[in-house]
């Protein structure tokens, strides 16, 4: 499942299928949502790729994990670490982490203090 977003750019679900239509639209929602967020930062990226991944050992709850890549033109950055009970706790945790490899990466972050200055 591939969703177009302007400019050619796209956002490849994988894993999707094994969730339930509420799951799936909330999978979908965040990820456009935080697709945004992280554009702003990666000005060239290309694509997105967000894998879900379910695990149910025993009992009633469902423990989601997400791996999620960022592919630019430089290379990849990819989130591998996110994994909750609360699926769109999972989302935010994996959006997150590739913020902060971005930032780290780049240096973008403009809250600390610059020596020249």
């Known amino acids: 499942m591939a969703k177009e977003i302007p400019n050619q750019e796209i956002i490849q679900f994988i894993g999707v299928h094994e969730l339930e239509p509420m799951e799936q639209e909330a999978v979908q929602r965040l990820t456009t949502e935080s697709y945004a967020k992280i554009k702003r930062d990666l000005k060239n990226i290309t694509s997105l790729k967000v894998h879900v991944k379910v695990y149910k050992k025993e009992g009633e ?50 809250a600390r203090d610059k020596a020249y200055e």
Do not use: M, Y
């Open 61 to 110: 709850q469902k423990k989601f994990s997400l791996h999620v890549q960022a592919i630019f033109p430089g290379g990849t950055i990819e989130s591998n670490r996110a994994h909750d009970f609360e699926l769109a706790r999972a989302i935010h945790k994996a959006f997150n982490d590739i913020k902060e490899r971005v930032n780290h990466k780049f240096h973008s972050d403009t």
